[in-house]
């Protein structure tokens, strides 16, 4: 009798390879895109080789070549028949970005074999790569988004909370990735802090390149996560898919608390109480609209996720449960030539509400009266049309052209609540520290801060397109292409409500400060008021991109490949106005790379590459630099506050000197002349090899170093000591910064520069103090910026087993480490997610201290995930991850007692200063260096799940339950690293390295899954 096959997890585990069991044969040279895949391999001199896609009925043929080489490039992932004219066949798994190799022996019998190799050496690439089937996924006990999958590879680490749910790769920041959909880059170009994203199991693969990828990639120095989406097949399939994530089987957050002394516990994160219970479901269908010919797919997925958080005297409840979905067509016009169209609908609407408590009643864990209400609108749609044509059987055609629309709607809603608008925003601090402050006034605690009027929508607008070329020459596969992209941001200008937010503070012992207010020396009991604005214009920001690559990919013997590679891009920023003010051109990142399949069987695998990264200049600076903006802050003696409006009561004379800021800024000032986009250098070099025919294992070592940084800089007194070696006068206090005849006038120059930190700066300024501004060339000498810098290195250990009598395993193990003056594009320690444009350059004392090793330093990791088959119908699966901790600093207030004068008797950087809350790296006014303070927590993660697929249900249903954080580990992963209290004290923040933030609680997610 046969032996009855669980169809559905052989499926699955099957989906895991890229390769045939059988043999494998010495490359030939090829290319795969990021859409599609390719078949390479050997057989008899002048026999036809064919392929036949077993789903869409595909099929190509070649005739082998005198050399016994053949291959077929672009080819749509899937699984295959190849069959050579002799007879013999071979089943293989065609994956995303990737060669599968085929040996076509003339003495063995016709056969067809399942792919049972996890994933097989691929010697036919140089890229460092890593392919995801959705099968495989929906496998493993992980998160149902892309963050998750890249996680599973080596070298990359979770980011900071503040960042949301992103990955670092190899040291990099989490600004710096990149996230394409079908081939369309989906990266937020305003942020580079999100991306689009599609319904999770409308994923068809995964691949996450970790580095060394090719020239048709760039604008990014971290990791790439391509997916493609699922295809319509010759047969009609239909799915449903039931996500359950239960609060009750959710362990509760952990509190953490304020150690200001207090007559009452004051919480600074109160997490307890908070409930989360999410369902997500779907429906799928997909299937011939005319057979071998027009294919179509669709899925759309609904969700209900309630959430609510508690606070000390407020709450709000947010809940999301709108539709998204997607649908493709595919057509097939000839086997050489295929459409593709891709509609994506991702709007999110979150309605959200907001309660404040009954008078005095703290931490209730309950909802108290609403106060208002709105909905928050996020996403929009996405329209993807792909062209792959084979012009001759050495020539192809790609061609791709994407639009994407991404609203931010009523993110800081412009009036729920038209009459607390109008309200300033005040808090009642006296005696007490910022976690324990009372809202006063007339002020909606929801809203503070409301949109402008002139404008239609937070909203991010791009549209691309790529032209790809692709021809073979002999050993010759040479690939070149043209890429295209407009990215457009509609941003709201906002306000305070009211224009004004009071804080009211005091000199105390358990308030403000206890020694004084804004560095003046008070007695205690002293009552003042600190009052800030900060208003911004609403306007249209445009980023334009353009790449040209060609590259070549040249097989000098059948064991060895050799790349070569180069990009050329376009990064070009323009202001509000519409003025152009960064252009980067002629931007040229060279890549070389090899393979060495060692003993000509792909058993044995040397490989490595070199190459240069550029990153483009985020749309967010355009918008932070180039509109108008006004910020100020004051302190006042103070009496007291009305009650009802929360204005002061008798303000009095100022305390110490606050600061006015009045962004009104000239296109040609907002950066140097010859400003250089970051790149990066990387190296790669290692090596594979299947130890038996079961394992593989690999090593790896990898070399980032950033050669030239990009932040902003927004110190001025090096100007004038610029100015007064160049015996031009200048602008001072004491004439009320009035410019003398022919003298200079500071205020000509930009409140921040964009520089290339270490370099000398060609600045347009107002040298004449006539008004106009002329190109000067200042050295660095003057400002003493260090060069920015920023490397990493890591060792990786890899070991994988197929499956084989019932289980299969990875497990990789990395050595790292991470060290310069200065993350990347966002500061994890401070939370600052301005991309490119951090304090961290902004005055040379923010350098001081800061070499060390930096917040994605993660010194040790440990992953291991796989699956074993308990009976035919249960399956146990897991996932484990263990790291070391992250860096922990000591920030504090700048001194400005030792400021640089610039005309011997004014400080003109000092009152900048007052604009910066504690994020240097002088504490109590003493200098640390960064990572003085140990290191936080190891973090320890294990992931279980357990599958069950009924042989009664006739394989089509699927039985799942997840546990995330199955041990309930709760360790620290965040501490507070602010030790200074207040500008000009000595006190010390109370909370210094208390935890802030710990492991998610463990958690328990059901599944149902029916196809048929």
């Known amino acids: 009798m046969k032996k009855k096959i669980n169809k559905n997890f052989k499926r699955s585990l099957s989906a895991l390879a890229i390769s045939t069991a059988m043999a494998i044969t010495a490359p030939t040279v090829l290319a795969a895109s990021n859409t599609s895949g390719s078949i390479y391999g050997q057989a008899k001199t002048g026999a036809t080789v064919t392929f036949k896609n077993q789903a869409t009925g595909l099929s190509r043929k070649v005739i082998v070549g005198a050399d016994g080489r053949f291959n077929f490039k672009d080819v749509p992932t899937g699984r295959y028949t190849v069959t050579s004219s002799n007879g013999i066949s071979r089943e293989i798994l065609v994956t995303l970005g990737t060669g599968s190799s085929v040996l076509f022996d003339q003495s063995t019998e016709i056969i067809q074999v399942f792919a049972s190799k996890i994933r097989a050496i691929d010697t036919s690439s140089v890229e460092s790569t890593m392919v995801f089937s959705q099968e495989q996924i929906e496998l493993l006990p992980i998160g149902r988004d892309s963050t998750a999958i890249a996680l599973l590879t080596p070298g990359t680490v979770p980011g900071d909370d503040d960042f949301g749910n992103l990955p670092s790769f190899g040291g990099s920041s989490v600004g710096e990735n990149g996230f394409y959909i079908n081939g369309f880059d989906v990266t937020s170009l ?137 649908v493709t067509l595919d057509w097939y016009i000839t086997d050489n030539h295929i459409l593709s169209g891709t ?35 996020n996403g929009g749609d996405i329209f993807i049309i792909n062209y792959n044509g084979h012009i001759t059987d050495n020539l192809s055609l790609s061609l791709m052209y994407g639009e994407l629309e991404n609203k931010e709607e009523n993110k800081n809603p412009r009036n729920p609540d038209p009459e607390a608008a109008l309200c300033a925003l005040a808090y009642d601090t006296f005696g007490v520290s910022f976690s324990a402050r009372k809202n006063i006034g007339c002020f909606n605690p ?89 208003d911004s214009k609403s306007g249209n920001f445009k980023v334009e991109n353009t790449a040209f690559y060609i590259e070549d990919n040249w097989q000098v013997t059948d064991e060895l490949l050799l790349y070569f590679g180069i990009r050329n891009e376009t990064f070009t920023n323009y202001a509000a106005n519409g003025e152009v003010f960064v252009e980067a051109d002629d931007l040229i990142a060279p890549r070389t790379g090899f393979s ?23 749309g967010n600076t355009n918008i932070r630099a180039t509109r108008l903006e006004s910020s100020s802050e004051h302190f006042y003696y103070v009496d007291g506050f009305n009650p009802a409006t929360g204005e002061p009561i008798n303000l009095g004379t100022e305390i110490g000197t606050g600061y006015n800021d009045l962004q009104v800024p000239d296109p040609r000032t907002i950066a140097v002349a010859d400003l250089d986009p970051m790149h990066q250098d990387e190296f790669i070099l290692g090596y594979q090899q299947q130890v038996s025919d079961n394992w593989t294992a690999g090593v790896k070592f990898m070399y980032r170093k950033v050669q030239n940084g990009m932040d902003d800089m927004c110190s001025h007194d090096g100007f004038f000591k610029w100015a ?68 990493y290195k890591g060792l990786e250990f890899t070991l994988e087993r197929a499956f084989s009598d019932g289980w299969y395993t990875n497990i990789s193990y990395v050595y790292s480490k991470s060290d310069g003056n200065i993350e990347g594009y966002v500061n994890s320690t401070l939370g600052q997610e301005d991309a490119g444009a951090t304090q961290d350059f902004d005055h040379k004392k923010f350098q001081d201290g800061s070499d060390g090793y930096l917040p994605n330093d993660r010194r040790h990791q440990f992953k291991a995930y796989g699956a074993y088959k308990v009976t035919e119908e249960i399956t146990l699966t897991a996932n484990m991850n263990m790291m070391s901790g992250t860096p922990l600093s000591c920030t504090g207030y700048i001194p400005t007692d030792d400021m640089n004068k610039g005309d011997g008797n004014t400080i003109y950087d000092e009152p900048n200063f007052k604009r910066y809350g504690a994020s240097s790296f002088y504490c109590g006014g003493e200098l640390t260096n960064r990572g003085d303070y140990g290191t936080t927590d190891w973090i320890y993660m294990l992931d279980a799940g357990v599958t069950y697929v009924p042989d009664w249900a006739d394989n089509k249903l699927t039985l799942k339950m997840d546990v995330f954080n199955l041990l309930n580990v709760d360790k620290v992963t965040e501490y507070n690293q602010t030790k200074d209290k207040s500008q000009g004290s000595t006190d010390v923040n109370p909370n210094f390295l208390a935890p802030t933030a710990y492991q998610a609680p463990r958690s328990v997610r059901f599944t149902a899954r029916y196809n048929f």
């Not at 073979?472 to 906002?494: K, P, Q």
């Not at 107002?766 to 490397?791: A, H, M």
Request: hydrophobic fraction near 25%; proline fraction near 3%.
């Open 724 to 791: 007064e070696a160049e015996d031009i006068p200048v602008a001072n206090e004491a004439n009320g910064w009035a410019t003398p005849k022919g003298g200079f006038d500071v205020k000509s120059t930009a409140g921040c520069l964009l520089v290339n930190p270490g370099k000398d700066l060609k600045v347009f300024m107002d040298i004449n103090g006539d008004g106009k501004v002329t190109e000067q060339t200042v050295s660095n000498k003057y400002f003493d910026l260090p060069k920015y810098k920023r490397s």
């Open 190 to 326: 305003r942020t580079l802090l999100s991306f689009a994203e599609l319904p999770f199991d409308a994923i068809g693969q995964t691949q996450v390149k970790t580095g060394g990828y090719g020239a048709e990639f760039g604008r990014s120095l971290g990791g790439i996560t391509n997916v493609i989406t699922k295809k319509g097949t010759n047969e009609w399939q239909f799915g449903g898919a039931v996500y359950y994530t239960p609060d009750s089987l959710r362990e509760s957050g952990i509190d953490t608390v304020d150690r200001t002394p207090s007559d009452e516990i004051v919480y600074a994160g109160y997490n307890s109480d908070n409930y989360r219970n999410s369902l997500n479901y779907n429906f799928s269908a997909g299937g011939p609209l005319i057979e071998d010919a027009l294919f179509i797919y669709a899925n759309v997925e609904f969700q209900d996720d309630e959430r609510d958080y508690y606070k000390r005297d407020t709450s709000n409840n947010r809940s999301i449960t709108n539709p998204n979905g997607i």
């Open 446 to 534: 929801s809203q503070t801060e409301i949109g402008a009027l002139d404008a239609d929508s937070d909203r991010d607008e791009r549209k691309s397109y790529k032209i790809d070329l692709d021809y073979t020459l002999g050993d010759h596969n040479i690939r070149a292409g043209y890429n295209n992209e407009e990215y457009t941001s509609f941003t709201i200008g906002s306000s305070y409500t009211g224009s004004n937010y009071y804080r009211y503070i005091d000199v105390s012992e358990g308030g403000y400060s206890s020694t004084g207010i804004n560095g003046v020396d008070l007695p205690l009991g002293t009552k003042a008021v600190r009052v800030r604005t900060n």
């Open 343 to 377: 509609y994506i609908q991702n709007e999110t609407k979150i309605d959200r509400t907001y309660y404040a408590n009954p008078a005095d009643q703290f931490y209730t864990g309950q909802h108290g009266n609403e106060t208002s209400s709105y909905t928050e609108e």
């Open 596 to 618: 060495w399949d060692i003993d000509g069987d792909s058993s044995k695998k040397l490989y490595g590459t070199l190459g240069r990264y550029y990153i483009p200049i985020a």
